[in-house]
């Protein structure tokens, strides 16, 4: 089945630092990816679509300079988190499809802890 | 542009039914259900694409009422396993972009 793999797992920096999460497909090509953002105890929130070879589209009320997003090659998407603080510690998890009317295939997800 | 699930909790006991409804403001192109646990990512359960389709896998199913821009996620002969929070993801367009609904967390004791 269609795998995706997100790294790393787990972060822990001091405020101020960027910090970058890696979301790769590992058997299918994708022209798009996905990233969303999960508080304790909350639903999933599209933060952004990832777009191979062009810009990323953003949803209404995320920073685009505070989440750069590169989508370099059919396989790779990257999120970097900009001079992070405290308050983007959180659950960041990427999800791509193999195509338009298939299952988006989840990586296991990114824990963010500013201190 | 979230969609509404309810119940928002559930307990069961093994074997017992439930169904777990999503409802949109919008026009739906396509519902998703996923599954996920506790520090995990969603796991995918399954797809719906037509008005009116239903799908099943294995004891889970779910159907598609594109006119009340609603889906239903139909649970029967409970196991523990399925013990988790469900999510629908409901595409607007067909670009594959997934908005989740509120969740609903479904525990199943013995």
């Known amino acids: 089945g269609a795998v995706v793999s997100q790294h790393p797992s787990r972060v822990i920096c001091k405020s101020g630092t960027s910090v970058k999460i890696e979301c790769r497909s590992l058997?299918?090509?994708?022209?798009?990816m996905f990233w969303y953002r999960q508080f304790p105890k909350q639903s999933l929130m599209l933060m952004a679509t990832?777009?191979?070879?062009?810009?990323?589209?953003?949803e209404q009320g995320v920073e685009k300079d505070k989440f750069l997003i590169n989508h370099a090659s059919l396989t790779l998407s990257t999120l970097t988190v900009t001079s992070a603080h405290p308050e983007d510690s959180s659950f960041y998890i990427c999800?791509?499809?193999?195509?338009?009317?298939?299952?988006?295939?989840f990586g296991d997800g990114t824990r963010l802890s500013i201190l | 542009q979230q969609p509404v699930q309810s119940p928002q909790a559930v307990i069961l006991r093994e074997g017992e039914d439930a169904v777990i409804n999503c409802s949109s403001s919008?026009?739906?192109?396509?519902v998703h259900w996923y599954r996920q646990k506790h520090g995990e990512a969603p796991v995918f359960l399954m797809i719906?694409?037509?008005?009116?389709e239903q799908k099943g896998h294995e004891k889970i199913s779910a159907s598609f009422n594109e006119k009340k821009q609603q889906s239903s996620l139909y649970l029967t002969a409970s196991q523990l396993s399925y013990s988790g929070t469900y999510f629908c993801?409901?595409?607007?367009?067909?670009?594959?972009?997934?908005?989740f609904g509120t969740g609903t967390r479904l525990t199943v004791i013995p």
């Open positions: 999800s791509a499809s193999p195509g338009s009317n298939q299952p988006q295939h």
């Open positions: 058997d299918f090509q994708a022209t798009t």
């Open positions: 990832s777009n191979e070879g062009s810009k990323a589209t953003y």
């Open positions: 919008k026009a739906l192109y396509s």
């Open positions: 719906l694409l037509k008005g009116g």
């Open positions: 993801g409901t595409e607007y367009t067909g670009a594959n972009n997934l908005f």
